[in-house]
């Protein structure tokens, strides 16, 4: 089995964001068990495990909807466990969530331009413009900035959502579950502008996803968990071929 690498505290450039040793429990559950993980600038990782193995408790530690039982939420190298979402958020820690929260009435541009609303700073109008226009392009959605959202396939719903996100230009994003729901190559799109986005604006990406070929065309490291604990972590073709991953992951999914 591929053991997780232990990384050193010293060796964290800056605007890197990691969890420590999380323990998160809900009542008698313990959705999180001493988990681990470090996202620096520019790294792409794809979170993965079985359902309820605690990706999204993890997600939720490191945005700050969820404060851990025990451990610490490390942020640029300060503690920010106790920080609170929109504080995470003005330091550059942005998140998309797992089912869309868009309006279907407002245009393709208006519901991207949302994610300039909770900036720490106000921006002056050619700011504002520019940074519209840039996430706008990124997603390939010009076509359709004046539509109603509500009018659009769910694939140009999904790349909305991210570029929501990404007009907040964040240091750190956290994905959970962006191909959600798209069959077929449609999730393909949604992987081109995000890794081309990923390259140019150089955040780090933690993304959840259960489809494995959507996130092996995002990432070049993977790390499993399984009862709330990093199982293993390494490039890609390791964990996708590390036995133990197959039988708690991989198979779980080949069932579903
Ligand atoms: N708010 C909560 N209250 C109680 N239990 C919770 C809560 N949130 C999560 N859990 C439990 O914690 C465990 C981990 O859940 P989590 O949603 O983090 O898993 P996941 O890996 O994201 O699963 P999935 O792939 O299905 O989204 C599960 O047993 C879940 O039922």
Redesign the pocket.
């Given at each position: 089995m591929t053991q997780p690498t232990p990384e050193t505290k010293a060796a964290d450039p800056a605007g890197t964001l990691r969890a420590d040793g999380i323990v998160?429990r809900?009542?008698g559950?313990k959705?999180?068990d001493g988990a681990s993980i470090r996202i620096r600038p520019g790294d792409t990782i794809g979170l993965l495990?079985?359902?309820?193995?605690?990706?999204?408790?993890?997600v939720?530690c490191l945005t700050g909807i969820l404060t851990p039982t025990e451990g610490r939420i490390v942020f640029n190298g300060q503690d920010i466990t106790r920080r609170t979402p929109r504080q995470r958020a003005h330091g550059g820690i942005v998140r998309s969530f797992?089912n869309l929260r868009l309006m279907p009435d407002l245009t393709v541009a208006e519901n991207v331009a949302v994610g300039l609303a909770g900036l720490a700073q106000p921006l002056r109008a050619a700011e504002w413009r520019d940074r519209l226009t840039t996430a706008l392009a990124a997603q390939r959605l010009e076509p359709y900035a004046h539509s109603p959202l509500g009018q659009m396939p769910y694939g140009v719903m999904k790349r909305v959502e991210v570029a929501r996100a990404l007009v907040s230009r964040p240091r750190i994003l956290l994905l959970d579950?962006p191909a959600a729901g798209l069959g077929g190559g449609d999730w393909e799109p949604l992987a081109e502008t995000l890794k081309t986005a990923q390259e140019q604006m150089g955040f780090g990406l933690l993304l959840?996803d259960?489809n494995i070929e959507f996130v092996r065309a995002l990432v070049n490291r993977l790390v499993v968990?399984a009862t709330?604990q990093v199982l293993v972590e390494g490039s890609p073709e390791t964990v996708l071929t590390d036995p133990e991953v197959g039988r708690v992951y991989l198979g779980s999914l080949a069932d579903a």
């Open positions: 998160m809900f009542g559950i959705a999180l495990g079985p359902n309820g193995s605690g990706k999204t408790t993890l939720n797992q579950e959840i259960h968990l709330g």
